[in-house]
Nanobody
Framework: QVRLVESGGGSVEAGGSLRLSCEAF????????IGWFRHAPNEPERVASI??????VYADSVKGRFTISRDKAKHTLYLQMDKLKPEDSGMFYC????????????????WGKGILVTISS
């Protein structure tokens, strides 16, 4: 059974940094999309994702501040978040899909339970 488990959330002041991690358990696929999203699973919005050909996509609001990366050997996805703003606060979800990221994010195959990030001004 596939599980995505997020960690690393918390509370920091504006301007600070956090690093989120998502570990994938029981993941049988070698070619897949994986990323970080908000408002999942009903109205997911992409924060950052890595596609099957390692193409990375960022939301405009996080470009230059967030960096997504993954360690395939450890089956772990990361999101380094710098220069955090209060509007970055909320739940962050790890999501994954067999093959390329779908155009309709509501059809993503797997979601983690999410992790809370709180940025104080």
């Amino acid at each position: 059974q596939v599980r995505l488990v997020e960690s690393g959330g918390g509370s920091v002041e504006a301007g600070g940094s956090l690093r989120l991690s998502c570990e994938a358990f029981g993941y049988p696929y070698t070619s897949y999309c994986i990323g970080w999203f908000r408002h999942a699973p009903n109205e997911p919005e992409r924060v950052a994702s890595i596609d099957t050909d390692d193409v990375i996509v960022y939301a405009d609001s996080v470009k230059g501040r967030f960096t997504i990366s993954r360690d395939k050997a450890k089956h772990t996805l990361y999101l380094q978040m710098d220069k955090l703003k209060p509007e970055d606060s909320g739940m962050f979800y790890c999501g994954s899909h067999r093959g390329n990221c779908p155009l309709r994010l509501t059809t993503m195959d797997y979601w983690g339970k999410g992790i809370l990030v709180t940025i104080s001004s």
